[in-house]
């Protein structure tokens, strides 16, 4: 059965101290309660060694919200996966669509992201999703397929296993124009369907969808009502327990 997640988002939100304070927030909110999901706090590099010795990271995941594409080296300012595991995390966001639109990150690009968080024993939380033009076009299946083709189907089945996937169309972050639910399931229906002609059924059946757009806590419980949506990747409403919590609180 695959997991169910609600995984935050920070971006480029908090100093050092006020995400510390927000983690173990959270993490004082979360302790003694049953919750039906995976939580994860996707922060900025610097807090992440902080954050997860700060708070029960196995009840909440820290993930990086990217990392280098390189192994080590002459490069830099950058962050390898190999240290985004050293500090406790066990995540890291790939192909956001602010990193690929801001900081130009390519399909190939990606890929090799990819495969050194898998080497590191990170799970990659893949993003994808089409811009509005794309949608307008009706071309959004095709841009979706073509993000998964290009950057993960040279991985294992195995290695393809252990991935999480992310939609998130463009003109629903940070814009309060939600994914309706039924444009949700269509698309994450195609997407697994995708996945399947690739890897098949059970792998495809395995793999956690999780929609990112505007989601909180007045529309995740109909987005994750749906049979293909696992979970969410949540931006703006990630930035307080109070907005957050009921998030998690939505897979009852
Ligand atoms: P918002 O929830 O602020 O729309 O951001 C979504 C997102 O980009 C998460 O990665």
Request: charged share 20%.
């Amino acid at each position: 059965m695959r997991k169910k997640i609600v995984a935050g988002n920070w971006k480029m939100n908090k100093t050092l101290q006020e995400g510390l304070e927000l983690a173990k927030e959270l993490d004082a909110a979360l302790a003694g309660k049953a919750i039906n999901c995976d939580v994860v706090i996707g922060t900025p590099f610097i807090h992440l060694a902080s954050v997860a010795s700060a708070i029960d990271t196995t009840k909440i995941g820290v993930a990086s919200q990217n990392c280098a594409d390189k192994v080590s080296g002459a490069y830099t300012g950058e962050i390898s996966a190999s240290m985004v595991a050293s500090t406790g995390a066990k995540y890291v966001i790939l192909g956001h669509s602010e990193r690929r639109a801001y900081y130009g990150e390519t399909t190939a690009i990606l890929k090799e992201k990819t495969e050194l968080v898998l080497a590191n024993g990170l799970t990659p939380i893949f993003c994808i999703g089409e811009v509005l033009e794309e949608r307008e076009a009706g071309i959004q299946n095709q841009i979706v397929k073509n993000q998964i083709e290009e950057s993960l189907f040279g991985l294992s089945a195995e290695d393809f296993g252990k991935i999480v996937l992310a939609y998130e169309p463009v003109w629903a972050i940070g814009t309060g124009k939600t994914a309706t639910a039924a444009q949700a399931q269509e698309i994450h229906e195609y997407i697994r369907s995708v996945v399947a002609g690739k890897y098949g059924k059970e792998v495809a059946d395995n793999c956690s969808i999780l929609y990112g757009g505007s989601c909180n806590g007045a529309n995740a419980k109909e987005l994750f009502a749906n049979p293909d949506v696992d979970g969410g990747l949540i931006g703006g409403a990630a930035l307080t327990v109070a907005a957050f919590m009921p998030i998690i609180e939505a897979w009852g």
